[in-house]
C-alpha cells in the first residue's frame, strides 16, 4: 500500500479496501457520535454535549467527504428515530425545535473542517486547533442563527452561544490532541 500523508488517515486507511470497510467506518463513526451526544449537561434551550468534540475529531481523521458522510449518517438515524442525539433523543423534532441550527452546523463544520485539514500546511497541531475552533464558531453561529428564530438575537447569544466557548474551546483542544496521536499509528498500518 502506498502512504497518502496529504490525505485524512482515516481516509487513506480506507482507500484500498473494500467498500464494506467504508460503510463500516461511517456506521461506527456515526455511533461514536451519538456516543458522545449521550455526554451532556442539562442546559436550557440547549444542553451542553460533546458531540462538537467527536464531529471535529470525525473531520480531522476522515476528511471531508468521509466526516460529511458520517456526520449525515448520524443525523439520518436520529432523524429515524433511533436514540442518537442529546439525552437519548431521536426524531423529526430536534430538527425544527432549537437545536435544529446546531444540527445544521454539525454537518457544515464536517465538511469544512475536514476539508481544511486535509491542507498539508493545516495538519499540524496549531494550524488544525485554529480549525477547529473555527469549525466551533460555525457551529455556534448555525446555532445561534436558529435559535434567533425562535426567543431574539441576544437571548440566544446568552443562553446557545456564550455558555458554550470555553467547552469549545477544550473540546477544540481535545479533538486536536486525539487526532494527532491517533494519525501516526493509523499512517503505520498503511504500510
Same mark, same amino acid.
Given at each position: ?57 470525525? @473531520? +480531522? ?7 460529511? %458522510?458520517? $456526520?449525515?449518517? #448520524? /443525523? &439520518?438515524?436520529?432523524? !429515524? ?18 437545536? @435544529? +441550527? ?7 463544520? %464536517?465538511? $469544512?473542517?475536514? #476539508? /481544511? &485539514?486535509?491542507?498539508? !500546511? ?18 455556534? @453561529? ?39 496521536? @491517533? ?9
Amino acid at each position: 500500500m502506498t502512504t497518502q500523508v496529504h490525505v485524512a488517515p482515516l481516509r487513506a486507511w480506507l482507500a484500498e479496501r473494500p467498500t464494506a470497510w467504508r460503510i463500516g467506518a461511517v456506521l461506527i463513526g456515526s455511533w461514536l457520535i451519538a456516543a458522545s451526544s449521550w455526554m451532556s449537561a442539562p442546559m436550557y434551550p440547549v444542553p451542553m454535549t460533546m458531540q462538537t468534540f467527536a464531529v471535529l475529531m470525525v @473531520a +480531522g481523521m476522515a476528511g471531508a467527504r468521509l466526516g460529511f %458522510a458520517i $456526520v449525515i449518517t #448520524w /443525523l &439520518t438515524q436520529a432523524a !429515524l428515530g433511533l436514540p442518537v442525539l442529546a439525552d437519548g433523543l431521536g426524531g423529526l423534532a430536534p430538527f425544527s425545535g432549537p437545536t @435544529a +441550527g446546531y444540527l445544521a452546523g454539525f454537518a457544515l463544520a %464536517a465538511f $469544512v473542517c475536514g #476539508w /481544511l &485539514t486535509e491542507q498539508p !500546511l493545516l495538519r499540524a497541531w496549531a494550524p488544525m486547533l485554529a480549525v477547529f475552533l473555527a469549525g466551533h464558531g460555525l457551529i455556534l @453561529a448555525c446555532g445561534w442563527a436558529r435559535l434567533s428564530m425562535l426567543i431574539g438575537a441576544e437571548p440566544a447569544f446568552a443562553s446557545g452561544v456564550w455558555p458554550f466557548v470555553t467547552g469549545a474551546v477544550l473540546k477544540s483542544l481535545l479533538a486536536v490532541a486525539v487526532v494527532k496521536l @491517533a494519525e501516526p499509528r493509523i499512517r503505520a498500518m498503511q504500510t
